[in-house]
């Protein structure tokens, strides 16, 4: 666009956005280091209670351990896989009640009063039923996340549909499209800003599912793990559990959110 | 001659839970082919229910409108371009086609040929977000030309434009429309742009609508360009009757 060379102004504008960015980074890497030697030395010097807190270094040597020993990776691939299929089954699903929704309007005025009472309810509470129906093994991890996930997947991608300008609706009639070529060519796609932010949501939810899932039922995964360690109170697995979860599932989120903001360069927004 | 449309005796009720609306009453009228007519009206008025019930989007409460011959091909552009963000200019602009499945070569070469020849030919595989109002309004024409409509409908195509583009891209419209010959009806607020555009302006009374008056325009340098006959002697008069005949208050 512009092929002259950028102004000395702006070039200190940039070098100002870029010097802000650094020290925010800073800063967050900071605190983060920070609370982590504090937990340390505190639990050294018997500020707090080890036994209860765990410390750092020994969560570090549990990991190691895990690691060695060939754990993890059993148990992390069971809730990768766990959580993963629990969040792809939930997305189709979820896509494809809202669309017969949307395709169905009488229907899903029917189905209002219970897909809000079904949104409302506590989900884990459905926890015992589940087993007793699916029997404790993956299945129920996966039911409970689906559990978890669908009803505001249903209602978000919904939402979604239904928000699409009238006026685009109506230009797909003055070209009589039929009903399927409305929602493939301009619904769907016109709710992808949508369907995205609803992928976001369900990463997360899907982890909370399958978690909850695997403090029921299950003898692997990290739901397991966490809830054997704190069984035999041994919290250095217990915390060490945690942290690898809260990795993944940042791991997870960053990949759908870059997904997100490469979808949204492509068409401008 | 025959008219292309006679819509007679048209009224349309809308009903809500809340009360029924009587947008359009006794509405009459012959649509010749080849015509430019402009609907002028206050705001509300029922000028966008005529045009869909023209277009067939939704049925009159009564009353009918009678297409003589083949029922013509319609086209209709909103007042929005309403081009989607995710496909091309060029996809965007052939979007009816791909509907329709007329996207044979034949239609696709027009689609190209009318791309090149509004100046739209290098943003072809652009997204819309690059180009400015006045090009994806032009865009927006060329999805609905590309159909070969024999009758254009236009729903206040240009307000969404600031006035300078607005100037421009009615000119542009206009001698597009007239060089392909087609019949057009145009809705809008403007009564300088009625006047610039059409051979025929109908005014319509508040709601419910009917027709108040309709003027046939005939200004004296004979000419095709809008900003041209904006300069004609006699568009002042015409001016000055069709602001009588709105009758419009600010209250
Ligand atoms: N689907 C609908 N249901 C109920 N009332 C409607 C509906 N569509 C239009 N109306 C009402 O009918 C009247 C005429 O509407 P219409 O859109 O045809 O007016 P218009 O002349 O095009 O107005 P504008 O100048 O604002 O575009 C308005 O009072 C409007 O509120
Ligand atoms: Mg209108």
């Keep these: 666009m512009y092929d002259k060379k950028p102004s000395d102004e702006h070039l200190e504008y940039l070098k100002r956005i870029k010097r802000n960015k650094i020290t925010t980074l800073i800063w967050q890497f900071g605190i983060l280091c920070f609370l982590i030697v504090l937990w340390q030395i505190a639990?050294?010097?018997?500020?707090?209670?080890?036994?209860?807190?765990?410390?750092?270094?020994?969560?570090?040597?549990?990991?190691?351990?895990?690691?060695?020993?060939?754990?993890?990776?059993?148990?992390?691939?069971?809730?990768?896989?766990?959580?993963?299929?629990?969040?792809?089954?939930?997305?189709?699903?979820?896509?494809?009640?809202?669309?017969?929704?949307?395709?169905?309007?009488?229907?899903?005025?029917?189905?209002?009063?219970?897909?809000?009472?079904?949104?409302?309810?506590?989900?884990?509470?459905?926890?015992?039923?589940?087993?007793?129906?699916?029997?404790?093994?993956?299945?129920?991890?996966?039911?409970?996340?689906?559990?978890?996930?669908?009803?505001?997947?249903?209602?978000?991608?919904?939402?979604?549909?239904?928000?699409?300008?009238?006026?685009?609706?109506?230009?797909?009639?003055?070209?009589?499209?039929?009903?399927?070529?409305?929602?493939?060519?301009?619904?769907?796609?016109?709710?992808?800003?949508?369907?995205?932010?609803?992928?976001?949501?369900?990463?997360?939810?899907?982890?909370?599912?399958?978690?909850?899932?695997?403090?029921?039922?299950?003898?692997?995964?990290?739901?397991?793990?966490?809830?054997?360690?704190?069984?035999?109170?041994?919290?250095?697995?217990?915390?060490?559990?945690?942290i690898i979860l809260a990795l993944c599932a940042a791991a997870m989120y960053l990949m759908i959110s870059s997904l997100e903001k490469c979808i949204l360069k492509k068409f401008g927004e | 001659m025959k008219p292309l449309v006679e819509i007679q005796n048209i009224s349309k009720v809308y009903h809500t839970v809340n009360e029924e609306t009587v947008a359009i009453e006794g509405f009459s009228m012959n649509v010749y082919k080849g015509d430019f007519i402009a609907i002028v009206g206050p705001s509300?008025?029922?000028?966008?229910?005529?045009?869909?019930?023209?277009?067939?989007?939704?049925?009159?409460?009564?009353?009918?409108?009678?297409?003589?011959?083949?029922?013509?091909?319609?086209?209709?552009?909103?007042?929005?371009?309403?081009?989607?963000?995710?496909?091309?200019?060029?996809?965007?602009?052939?979007?009816?086609?791909?509907?329709?499945?007329?996207?044979?070569?034949?239609?696709?070469?027009?689609?190209?040929?009318?791309?090149?020849?509004?100046?739209?030919?290098?943003?072809?595989n652009s997204y819309p977000y690059q180009l400015s109002g006045g090009m994806r309004q032009r865009a927006a024409l060329i999805r609905t030309l590309a159909l070969k409509p024999e009758i254009l409908l236009l729903d206040e195509p240009f307000s969404a434009l600031d006035y300078q583009t607005r100037l421009a891209v009615s000119d542009d419209i206009g001698k597009i429309i007239h060089s392909q010959n087609k019949t057009a009806l145009l809705v809008t607020h403007d009564i300088s742009e009625a006047i610039s555009l059409a051979d025929k302006v109908v005014v319509m009374s508040k709601r419910p609508a009917t027709i108040k008056s309709i003027y046939e325009i005939n200004l004296t340098p004979h000419t095709l360009s809008c900003i041209e006959r904006r300069k004609a002697k006699e568009f002042a008069g015409y001016y000055d009757k069709i602001w009588k005949d709105l009758d419009i208050h600010v209250r």
Aim: hydrophobic fraction near 50%; glycine fraction near 10%; include cysteine.
């Design chain 1, 43 to 242: 639990a050294d010097k018997k500020w707090i209670n080890d036994f209860i807190t765990s410390s750092p270094l020994r969560i570090i040597e549990t990991i190691i351990n895990l690691l060695t020993k060939g754990q993890l990776f059993t148990h992390l691939f069971t809730t990768l896989g766990e959580s993963i299929i629990g969040f792809i089954l939930g997305m189709l699903i979820g896509t494809v009640v809202s669309v017969l929704l949307w395709w169905f309007p009488s229907a899903a005025k029917v189905c209002d009063p219970y897909l809000v009472v079904l949104n409302a309810l506590p989900k884990i509470a459905l926890g015992p039923v589940i087993i007793i129906w699916a029997g404790a093994g993956v299945k129920s991890i996966i039911i409970m996340t689906l559990a978890i996930s669908l009803i505001t997947t249903i209602i978000g991608i919904y939402a979604g549909l239904k928000s699409v300008d009238e006026e685009k609706l109506m230009l797909m009639q003055t070209f009589k499209a039929s009903k399927k070529q409305t929602l493939f060519k301009v619904l769907l796609p016109a709710s992808y800003v949508n369907i995205l932010s609803v992928l976001k949501i369900n990463v997360g939810l899907s982890w909370v599912g399958v978690i909850m899932g695997e403090f029921l039922v299950s003898k692997a995964g990290l739901g397991y793990l966490i809830m054997y360690g704190s069984q035999v109170f041994n919290l250095d697995l217990v915390m060490a559990g945690v």
């Design chain 2, 44 to 124: 509300g008025c029922g000028k966008s229910t005529i045009l869909s019930i023209i277009a067939g989007l939704t049925p009159p409460t009564g009353g009918e409108c009678i297409f003589n011959g083949n029922k013509p091909s319609i086209g209709y552009m909103l007042q929005k371009d309403h081009l989607l963000p995710w496909r091309t200019i060029f996809k965007n602009a052939t979007l009816g086609l791909e509907i329709q499945k007329k996207d044979n070569e034949e239609n696709i070469e027009y689609v190209k040929e009318l791309l090149k020849t509004y100046g739209l030919e290098e943003f072809m």
